[in-house]
Structure formats: C-alpha cells, structure tokens
C-alpha cells in the first residue's frame, strides 16, 4: 500500500484574513446594507496585498451571502444572513462552551453566596478589585480563571468544583477561543469583552460577598450572556 502523505497546511490565509475584516465592518454597520464595497483596486491599497487575495476574499463573501454584484461593483446585500454563526466551527465551539459555562458556573455563584467563609468572600472580593479594562489580554485570562476558580473553590462542593476546574482546562486549551481572542481585527471587541467583564465580575463579587445569592446567579447569568454574544456576534 502506498505511503499517505499530506500538505502543509497553515492557520489562516490573506484571503480569510481580509475576509473577516470586511464581514466585520459589515457587522457593526460600518458598512451597512446597500453600501458600495470599494473597490479590488482600493482594498489592495489599503490592506497591502495583491489582488489575487482581494478576489478570492469578496468571493467568500458573495458565497457566504453578506455582499452582492451588481455590475462590475461589489455591495453589502441589503438582507443579510443570520450572522450568529457566520463560523460555523469556531463559533458553534465557542457556544457549546458557554452552554456549559451556564450549567455549572450560575449553581457555582448561588452556592459560594451561601456557603463560602469569610476569607473566601475577602478574596473573592480583592480580585474582582484587580480588574481593570485596560489590562492586556493575557493578564486578564489569568485573573479571569484565578477569579472564577475560586469562586469554585468557595463554593461547598469539592465534586462541582473539580467538574469546573475539566470546564476551565477545556475553555483555556481551546484553539477557537484563542483565535477570535488574539485576531486582529477583534481588538476593538475584546477591549469590550474586558471593560464589560471587569464591571460584572465586580458584581458578582459583591453578591456573594454579601451572600445575596439570587443577586450571584443573575449576575452570573447575565456575565456570561454578555461575553457568548461579543465573542459570537462581534468577533471574525
């Protein structure tokens, strides 16, 4: 039998690349329905790039159905497609994942209101304070995960809290996750993502400080709401 070999394959393309940065502008109404796309000439210019890449990315898409010919000219179509999971694999990832998130952090919130001590309500508390919404991305996923491990770990059950610490490894080890957080073009969304997180977290510290669990579990609710829908309908 013959060896079976493959080709080297790589992350991401130009073509994809100036593909999401278009579908982005379109999706937060920069380039709203009916507007011109300028044109291959002008898009070469402005992103640096030969012309073959520019093609290649406006047929994704016309494909994907956000923008149409009319002519020789390229618009954004004036109905545009649900764009919730716009891709398909690393946003449907990404929802699972919140889904998740939803089904074991919001008990873990109600729980750790009621049953942690009051060093875990001092801790919880003084890294919630450590938020701030100009923090790098690295820093912030540490002090994300330290947040929300804690809380875990103040919540009263050592079962529940070693199945989120799986959910935590399984979030963190996630290439889709990495992706949308670190491409360029979703810097403007992910500065939201931490201003917004560092508001909510402070919240949810200050619930379970107090031991208002039903004030925790909405707080949890509506944080994780939040980021699943910037991460899904702001991000490429």
């Known amino acids: 039998m013959a060896e079976v070999r493959f080709e080297p394959v790589s992350r991401r393309t130009v073509a994809e ?30 992103f640096g790039v030969a012309r073959t890449s520019v093609r290649e990315a406006i047929q994704g898409l016309v494909m994907l159905g956000l923008i149409e ?38 008990p873990i919130a109600r729980l750790a209101a009621c049953r942690a001590s009051a060093a875990d309500r001092a801790l919880i508390t003084q890294i919630a304070d450590r938020f701030h919404p100009q923090m790098r991305l690295d820093e912030f996923r540490a002090l994300d995960r330290e947040f929300h491990s804690v809380i875990a770990r103040s919540c009263g059950n050592e079962t529940l809290a070693e199945l989120y610490g799986k959910v935590m490894e399984s979030l963190f080890r996630s290439e889709e996750f990495d992706t949308l957080l670190t491409a360029t073009p979703n810097r403007i969304a992910v500065r939201e993502v931490i201003r917004d997180a560092t508001t909510m977290h402070r919240r949810i ?13 909405e707080c949890a609710e509506s944080h994780l709401d939040q980021v699943e829908d910037q991460m899904i309908s702001k991000m490429v």
């Open 17 to 46: 690349e100036i593909r999401e940065a278009i579908g982005e502008r379109i999706r937060d109404g920069q380039l709203p329905p009916g507007s011109q796309i300028p044109s291959e000439r002008e898009l070469c210019e402005q």
């Open 69 to 106: 010919r009319r002519g020789n000219r390229t618009y954004v179509a004036e109905r545009l497609p649900d764009l919730r999971f716009q891709d398909d694999g690393r946003k449907r990832r990404v929802h699972e994942l919140f889904e998740v998130r939803q089904v074991v952090e919001v």
């Open 205 to 217: 510290a200050t619930a379970i400080a107090a031991g208002d669990w039903a004030t925790a579990v």
